[in-house]
């Protein structure tokens, strides 16, 4: 029974990292779609062409669901192996998933300035998604770091 509840603990560590990737990754990309409708939106009333690119934006923030559930295999292979460092496992699912999920969540709100920037001067794309790319390495740190811990 003891094995069973470690085995268990460990997997809600594994699952908590993709979850909490996942409602960053959520909230991250429902603002900047949100900003994107609202810049094609001024685009069409203003008779401009929406630029299409906006959906780089409003995407961005989803690779951290993909990292959380990389997280989520590795744990899980761990486990068969070593189910008693359950605390561990623990551990680095909660902290690593909330570094992802906020990287997600910021991501998106950087991208719903990068829509509204992009959408009324046509210039400063490959800036803005630079921008994207450093919060994205926060995402990436916490994937590599827990990786290494594990």
């Known amino acids: 029974m003891e094995n069973e509840v470690m085995k268990a603990l460990a997997s809600a560590?594994?699952?908590a990292a993709v979850g909490l990737a996942a409602v960053g990754s959520a909230v991250g990309t429902g603002l900047a779609g949100s900003a994107?409708?609202?810049?094609w939106k001024k685009c069409y009333a203003q008779n401009k062409p929406a630029p299409f690119l906006l959906?780089?934006?409003?995407?961005a923030p989803l690779s951290q669901t993909i990292y959380g559930l990389i997280m989520l295999i590795f744990i899980k292979g761990r486990?068969?192996?070593?189910?008693?460092?359950w605390p561990l496992y623990l551990a680095v699912g909660l902290f690593g998933g909330i570094a992802m999920?906020?990287?997600?969540?910021?991501?998106?709100?950087?991208?719903?300035?990068?829509?509204?920037?992009?959408?009324?001067t046509n210039k400063?794309?490959?800036?803005?998604?630079?921008?994207?790319?450093?919060?994205?390495?926060v995402a990436i740190f916490a994937l590599v770091f827990s990786l290494l811990i594990l």
């Open 13 to 15: 560590g594994a699952y």
């Open 36 to 39: 994107a409708i609202g810049a």
């Open 55 to 59: 959906l780089a934006y409003a995407g």
């Open 79 to 85: 486990l068969e192996t070593t189910p008693s460092a």
């Open 101 to 120: 999920g906020c990287s997600a969540w910021y991501q998106g709100a950087a991208a719903a300035g990068g829509c509204d920037s992009f959408a009324e």
């Open 124 to 137: 400063g794309f490959a800036n803005n998604l630079m921008v994207l790319g450093i919060i994205e390495t």
